[in-house]
Nanobody, 126 residues
């Protein structure tokens, strides 16, 4: 089992920055792929970014060039640095993790992930 705990959300003005953290406990985190997803009111949860255990990174087009995902396996933590935020970035942000064999898993979709945090609210004011 892996427990995930997000933090760092809050209220920020458009154009500002925020760093989210996803701290893991329960198992060695270094072999897991970790993703960030977000869910705005009335919308489905959507992919934001992910990082593999080899530190390959992938981003949604809507955040590419503004957000950066990184990991510190010594701290069992994955980060999402959010720069130049926009009001449309307002959502609850969730981190998720999956380990083991990833063949046939679409890592852009929520169903591919086995473990989820409780979410952290990010609100961007205009």
């Amino acid at each position: 089992q892996v427990q995930l705990d997000e933090s760092g959300g809050g209220l920020v003005q458009a154009g500002g920055s925020l760093r989210l953290s996803c701290a893991a406990s329960g198992r060695t985190f270094s072999s897991y792929t970790v993703g960030w997803f977000r869910q705005a009111p009335g919308k489905e949860r959507e992919f934001v970014a992910r990082i593999s255990w080899t530190t390959n990174t992938y981003y949604a087009d809507s955040v590419k060039g503004r957000f950066t995902i990184s990991r510190d396996d010594k701290k069992n933590t994955v980060y999402l640095q959010m720069n130049s935020v926009k009001p449309e970035d307002t959502a609850v942000y969730y981190c998720a993790a999956v380990g083991g064999i990833l063949a046939n898993r679409n890592l852009y979709q929520t169903a591919a992930y086995d473990y989820w945090g409780q979410g952290t609210q990010v609100t961007v004011s205009a």
